[in-house]
Each structure stands twice: as C-alpha cells, then as structure tokens.
C-alpha cells in the first residue's frame, strides 16, 4: 500500500508556472506507474500525465501537451507536475495516483492510490 499527498497548488496568473508534488510513503515509490489527474467543477476527473516506473516514458492530455511537465525522483519517493502557460480552463483539483502495475495507463479506473488532491486555480 502507499499514501499519497499533494502540495504545490495555489492561484497563479495565466502565463505564469506552477509546480506541483505528490510525496509517497508506503510500499517501494519506484514499483508503481504514477498519474496526474484533475477534476473541475462539474467535470468528471480527467487524465493529465503518467510517468512509467524509471521515469522514461511519459504520456500527456492533448491539452497540457508541450506545457505541462511529468517527472519522478524515486530517491526522494516524490513524483512532480511542472505546469508552464496555464490557462483558465486548466483550473480544477488536481489529484496524484499510484497504479501497481508496470503498464501505464491513462484511464482513473485503472489507478490503485489516490492522493487528497490539491487546488489549483488559473486567473486571467
């Protein structure tokens, strides 16, 4: 089992960057595929990023693609989201999780742990 908890959130104009981390404790942090998640007011929760166990491979939503940033330290058991140029409709609660399986996934169902979540909120 591993726990998950998110920091980093907060207000951040349009344009500007923002870099959140989930910290995990628990199990052995680098045997799990780790994901970005996030979930706007109304919106059901949907895919950011993942991040393979070693790090090497990478998937991203279409919308965050070329500003968003995945990376994993498994030294310091902590996996990161470096969003660049947010925009408006990037706001939601975004959510880190933990898939114990080797396969990356971009789909919530297939995630094992889940974070509390942390706001992040893009103004104009």
């Known amino acids: 089992q591993v726990q998950l908890v998110e920091s980093g959130g907060g207000l951040v104009q349009a344009g500007g960057s923002l870099r959140l981390s989930c910290a995990a404790s628990?199990?052995?942090?680098?045997?799990?595929?780790m994901g970005w998640f996030r979930q706007a007011p109304g919106k059901e929760r949907e895919f950011v990023a993942a991040?393979?166990?070693?790090?090497?491979?990478?998937y991203y939503a279409g919308a965050v693609k070329g500003r968003f940033t995945i990376s994993r330290d498994n030294a310091k058991n902590t996996v990161y989201l470096q969003t660049n140029s947010p925009k408006p409709e990037d706001t939601g609660v975004y959510y880190c999780?933990?898939?114990?399986?080797?396969?990356?996934?971009?789909?919530?169902?297939?995630?094992?742990?889940w974070g509390q979540g942390t706001q992040v909120t893009v103004s104009s």
């Open positions: 991040i393979s166990q070693g790090g090497g491979v990478t």
């Open positions: 628990g199990r052995t942090f680098s045997s799990y595929v």
């Open positions: 999780a933990a898939r114990d399986s080797a396969v990356v996934s971009t789909r919530p169902r297939e995630y094992d742990y």
